[in-house]
């Protein structure tokens, strides 16, 4: 299966409102609204795009330990992945 | 975590191509470890607490009160991960950079449902290296 596969199986099993998660259609509609408002407000596509130069960072990593673009990148490309938690 | 480890899945190839991955939350270092011992992540995953480098990325977004209200009758609290009282996330997001800081491949979704196979960002790396000299393939 391929990651988007394995997406959709989870979201069909998430919104069918059946164990394990059981929620109500109602809880699913404001999530789907939300993500509607978010989609028309455009943000992603005024998101940091192709062409652009990556803001410099540092942060900590899983370890407590400072983890900075700059040493990153003196090895090579970079891939990054954003995301919230969960998903 | 499905896109985790869907990437941990071809950090393989992702190093043959010289090119490093990471993931960045809004989670506090802690969750991050836990993340990365569940799922047996072998890159790191960094703790963006207060969303600065997000937002450097034009990413976060503050959800709306209705949705706020809900995820609070689930007992989720986002403030408990993130270290903070509002409630705003990041968009999801995955960049494909070049040694210069160039920004070569973005993919940032409004629906966090929906992401990009990582078979598009290994197309993308392919497409670095095919225009510059082949970077040494990390170990």
Not at chain 2, 42 to 51: I, N, R
């Amino acid at each position: 299966m391929t990651l988007q596969e394995r997406l959709d199986a989870f979201k069909a099993s998430f919104e069918s409102g059946a164990p394990p998660f059981n929620v109500p259609r109602s809880a699913i509609e404001i999530m789907h609204r939300a993500t509607e408002e978010l989609r028309q407000s455009g943000q992603a596509e005024r998101a940091l795009g192709v062409g652009a130069r990556v803001p410099a960072f540092a942060l900590p990593n899983q370890d407590g330990q400072i983890v900075s673009s700059a040493d990153l990148l003196a090895g090579g490309p970079l891939v990054i992945s954003f995301f919230r938690g969960h998903w | 975590m499905m896109e985790l480890e869907a990437l941990q899945a071809v950090l393989p190839e992702f190093r043959e191509l010289g090119a490093a991955l990471i993931a960045i939350s809004p989670q506090r270092p802690s969750y991050g470890r836990a993340v990365c011992r569940r799922a047996a992540l072998e890159f790191d995953v960094l703790s963006d607490e207060g969303l600065k480098v997000a937002q450097a990325f034009g990413l976060v977004f503050t959800l709306p009160s209705y949705l706020e209200e809900l995820y609070r009758s689930f007992g989720k609290t986002l403030d408990k991960f993130h270290g903070e009282s509002a409630y705003r996330l990041p968009l999801p997001a995955r960049y494909v950079v070049d040694r210069q800081g160039q920004i070569h491949g973005a993919d940032v979704n409004a629906d966090y449902t929906v992401r990009p196979d990582p078979e598009e960002t290994l197309a993308q790396l392919r497409g670095l290296s095919a225009n510059s000299e082949r970077p040494a393939a990390r170990t």
